[in-house]
């Protein structure tokens, strides 16, 4: 390194501009010749060796790239224009998050073991029952097992990194304020596509699908996704991402920061209603309930529970009209309406298969993924099982699906057990934080497939790490304490 820096240092500047000017030449007659390609290949390129000695040499900054890239990717594919699995370069992130927690942990004496807990055991059984999925006699489909083998090593990878990128509380906080930051660029770009009308190449992009267009296009208004991957999406992390912020803002902060994350929160909810996601207003309902069930006991909880009855009964009765009023209130109809009875009739339709099949069809052959994968399969076909769950249990079986269940049971048990056993109360509030919006998401789940989204499946498995490790702050002489190291 020092012979090629001292090098340039005593080269003369007409050499290195004659070297620069060949370069340039070179690089503008590729790209003329091969068009945006070889333009496209350079930049990536250039960030990506950046990123790489980034990444390895302090992981806990790759993996903050990894959040952001995971919040733009599907921007950034809807901006380019070009045929490329995006998604992918978060499995690159992990590698290499993970090489860097290797090389950089040869020089820390750690006696914590990532899976050594109860989440760990839920995940490790969670984990040993997908790979006993692998040799389901009723799939064939060797493409559809290389996909959930990729989805279950992300999943273990990111796991396992979450729990070495978390340390201290100080790092569990600045993380909470900076995923809810560009959870609050999402909400507010959400409002400029509102009120300023969406970009011409977001429009081409949901022209060019006819199936997507009449998603987005109901009830005479064009429903809203800022810059992720979908408006389910949106809509469903517009609400965690509310329901975390206005749970924080009743916290022991002081009254600025509290105003912030209150007026955040708010933001979120406005733009939330603009994805026209119902699901989503579910989730706020169950998030607050679930807050208000394990603080019943605080003055300020019972303030709160009032305030937000009142604003509840007041959006579903009052005087107000329109596409996105008419939409949150139809969340309440149940089987009164019209789609929620599509859901209902495909759920019976296809419940007799689960009944019958304990272990499931085999990852990855139901709906339209298994019409890709194994399009020959009985519960593959045209259509989308709607519930994460019902998906759940169509591919992995009954068991499967109590599997599953078990996970997500002991996340929230041991989160409670830990909630109540802490006494600071900057802990407790961050608990019940995140255990209602992980509560609101799992319920959503059962009508939408709303855990495996990005960027909200990196925030919740990230999660999984603060119920581990809050618990160890839990005093005052740690939370002064603590630095990063």
């Not at 996909?147 to 990128?165: K, N």
């Not at 998603?215 to 992390?237: Q, V």
């Not at 709906?367 to 759940?392: A, Q, T, W």
Request: one cysteine or more.
């Amino acid at each position: 390194m020092e012979p090629s820096y001292s090098f340039i240092q005593k080269a003369s500047k007409g050499f290195l501009f004659a070297l620069l000017t060949i370069i340039s030449v070179v690089l503008s007659f590729l790209i003329a010749k091969n068009g945006a390609v070889i333009a496209y290949s350079i930049v990536f390129l250039i960030f990506g060796v950046s990123i790489v000695i980034l990444t390895i040499s302090n992981f806990r900054n790759g993996f903050l790239l990894m959040i952001i890239y995971s919040f733009f990717l599907f921007e950034i594919g809807r901006l380019v224009e070009i045929e490329f699995p995006f998604g992918a370069f978060i499995e690159v992130f992990l590698i290499l998050i993970f090489i860097g927690v290797v090389v950089q942990s040869f020089n820390v004496n750690n006696d914590e073991s990532v899976f050594k807990n109860p989440i760990g055991y839920a995940i490790l059984l969670y984990v040993g029952y997908t790979l006993l999925e692998m040799v389901n006699p009723n799939s064939s489909s060797i493409s559809a097992r290389l996909l959930a083998i990729r989805e279950i090593v992300a999943f273990v990878l990111t796991f396992f990194v979450v729990m070495h990128v978390f340390k201290t509380y100080r790092y569990i906080v600045f993380f909470t304020k900076f995923w809810l930051f560009f959870a609050l660029l999402a909400a507010l770009y959400g409002m400029y596509q509102e009120y300023f009308g969406i970009p011409d190449f977001e429009m081409r992009w949901l022209y060019a699908s006819p199936e997507r267009y009449k998603l987005a296009f109901i009830w005479g208004r064009l429903r809203k996704w800022s810059f992720l991957s979908d408006i389910n999406a949106f809509g469903l992390f517009m609400a965690y991402s509310g329901i975390i912020c206005a749970i924080l803002a009743l916290g022991p902060y002081k009254i600025k920061a509290r105003i912030v994350l209150a007026v955040s929160a708010l933001i979120m909810f406005i733009s939330m209603s603009y994805s026209g996601t119902r699901t989503a207003t579910a989730m706020v309902i169950v998030g607050f309930a679930f807050y208000v069930f394990m603080t019943i006991t605080n003055r300020r909880t019972l303030v709160f529970a009032v305030v937000a009855v009142i604003a509840f009964l007041s959006i579903l009765y009052g005087p107000f009209y329109g596409a996105t009023f008419s939409r949150i209130r139809t969340t309440f109809r149940g089987s009164e309406d019209a789609s929620m009875s599509v859901r209902d009739v495909k759920r019976a339709r296809l419940q007799p298969y689960v009944q019958s099949h304990p272990f499931g069809g085999g990852i990855n052959t139901a709906g339209n993924v298994g019409l890709r994968y194994e399009p020959g399969h009985p519960i593959s076909g045209s259509f989308d099982p709607d519930s994460g769950y019902l998906r759940m249990a169509l591919e992995r079986g009954w068991i499967g699906l109590i599997v599953n269940l078990i996970l997500y049971s002991t996340i929230l048990i041991y989160a409670a057990h830990q909630y109540y056993k802490a006494h600071d109360p900057k802990i407790k509030i961050l608990y019940a934080a995140y255990m209602a919006g992980f509560f609101s998401l799992s319920i959503a789940h059962f009508t939408q497939d709303a855990m495996d989204q990005k960027p909200v499946t990196l925030i919740l498995i990230s999660s999984y790490a603060f119920m581990i490790k809050l618990i160890k702050f839990d005093s005052s002489t740690k939370l002064n304490t603590s630095s990063e190291t």
